[in-house]
């Protein structure tokens, strides 16, 4: 059974730094690339950040480059954004999502709300 | 950046009907695209991909169609689960995936 469990989410003031993490189980993470989406509060989705599944390729969205960074652990199946320098814009919850060029497998998300 | 357009924003039918969404892509995606379905307080779930192949464990009256730029997707009876947020996704451009804005699914 497939299971992505996401967490680090929380409040945090204009210009703070938040780390969220994914823990994958019942597929072979090592495998494959991985994503982060985005949802503002009732808005649509948008990816963050991409990582292929050896961490050598990484790619972002033009209003996080510079401020994120996706990484991974392959050997601890869990995948990393480093949020810094984050703005009232970035509040939404922030999905871990499994690639097979479609993403199909999900996790349940986690909250970030960055407000002053 | 491929812009995914989708149509209309809210749809309005009857538990029994069909129910048409209508996705559009601003350069042919060929056949790469999926759609997605959001229930409130839930993450998005893949129901379709490659246009027209239903996920795993996705019923039956769940249908895709279309290439290039114009898709389409049917729920052919509608239940009441099936009220929802469905979402298009263009993985043509991957990894530079982009969604459409979503259209909702009410009663």
């Known amino acids: 059974q497939v299971q992505l469990v996401e967490s680090g989410g929380g409040v945090v003031q204009p210009g703070g730094s938040l780390r969220l993490s994914c823990v994958v189980s019942?597929?072979?993470?090592?495998?494959?690339?991985m994503y982060w989406v985005r949802q503002a509060p009732g808005k649509g989705l948008e990816w963050v950040a991409f990582?292929?599944?050896?961490?050598?390729?990484?790619l972002y969205i033009d209003s996080v480059n510079g401020r994120f960074t996706i990484s991974r652990d392959n050997s601890k199946s869990t995948l990393y954004l480093e949020m810094n320098s984050l703005r009232v814009e970035d509040t939404a919850i922030y999905y871990c999502?499994?690639?097979?060029?479609?993403?199909?497998?999900w996790g349940q998300g986690t909250l970030v709300t960055v407000s002053s | 950046e491929i812009v995914m357009t989708q149509s209309p924003a809210t749809l309005s039918v009857s538990p029994g009907e069909r129910a048409t969404f209508s996705c559009r892509a601003s350069?042919?995606?060929?056949?790469?695209l999926a759609w997605y379905q959001q229930k409130p307080g839930q993450a998005p779930r893949l129901l379709i991909y490659?246009?027209?192949t239903r996920a795993t464990g996705i019923p039956a009256r769940f249908s895709g169609s279309g290439s290039g730029t114009e898709f389409t997707l049917t729920i052919s009876s509608l239940q009441s689960e099936d009220f929802a947020v469905y979402y298009c996704q263009q993985y043509n451009d991957w990894p530079r995936d982009t969604f459409g804005q979503g259209t909702k699914l009410e009663i």
């Open positions: 019942g597929f072979a993470f090592s495998s494959n690339a």
């Open positions: 990582i292929r599944y050896d961490g050598t390729s990484k």
């Open positions: 350069q042919s995606v060929r056949s790469n």
């Open positions: 999502v499994k690639d097979r060029y479609f993403f199909d497998y």
């Open positions: 490659g246009a027209s």
